[in-house]
T-cell receptor, first 118, second 110 residues
């Protein structure tokens, strides 16, 4: 149980193009999904919190027009990196809040998407 | 500045040895999670602790939550090469967000 998938796992694109990453909860419904960015040998940096049917909440310093998030259903959230540039190259990971009890705040992570912008 | 401080940052040990990773904070958490992440993959949840003083065992892994719910430790007994990975602690303070530590890279040599 509590399986989260991401697609694609790897993407290489040219500078200036937009890239969409999908995050799906496969065997449970997720009211809240999260998008993280991770640089090599570093911890996860929360970019935004995505709630089904409402606008995403972005962390300080994250450009919402650059990183468009849509959470159209209880099993799918998408992150679109618009007009990608080499500095956007990173490992993007999504997670879903699948906690049984509200206080647990457990998150289940997808396998990540490696984005390389040339 | 990270809300959760993990130590050590790197740990390299021989197979069969024991190791302990620490996660400390000045903040109180309603729950704390430990994750393990392998290169190129997402973190995998190992355990959640919610009660001060709680000890949870998962085979050779022992997790402890401090009495004041500000710190936690992960102890691995008789480490194996399969235990190699990045260990992350993450705390929740009652809302939906997790604050992650910087991680501890564990390498177990065969």
């Amino acid at each position: 149980g509590a399986v989260v998938s991401q697609h694609p796992s790897r993407v290489i694109c040219k500078s200036g193009t937009s890239v969409k990453i999908e995050c799906r909860s496969l065997d449970f419904q997720a009211t809240t999904m999260f998008w993280y960015r991770q640089f090599p040998k570093q911890s996860l940096m929360l970019m935004a919190t995505s709630n089904e049917g409402s606008k995403a909440t972005y962390e300080q310093g994250v450009e919402k027009d650059k990183f468009l998030i849509n959470h159209a259903s209880l099993t799918l959230s998408t992150l679109t990196v618009t007009s990608a540039h080499p500095e956007d190259s990173s490992f993007y990971i999504c997670s879903a809040d699948g906690g049984v009890e509200p206080v647990y705040n457990e998150q289940f992570f997808g396998p990540g998407t490696r984005l390389t912008v040339l | 500045t990270q809300l959760l401080e993990q130590s050590p940052q790197f740990l390299s040990i021989q197979e069969g040895e024991n190791l302990t990773v620490y996660c400390n904070s000045s903040s109180v958490f309603s729950s704390l999670q430990w994750y393990r992440q392998e290169p190129g993959e997402g973190p995998v949840l190992l355990v959640t602790v919610v009660t001060g003083g709680e000890v949870k065992k998962l085979k050779r892994l022992t997790f402890q939550f401090g009495d004041a719910r500000k710190d936690s430790s992960l102890h691995i007994t008789a480490a194996q090469p399969g235990d190699t990975g990045l260990y992350l602690c993450a705390g929740a303070k009652g809302d939906y967000k997790l604050s992650f530590g910087a991680g501890t890279t564990v390498t177990v040599r065969a």
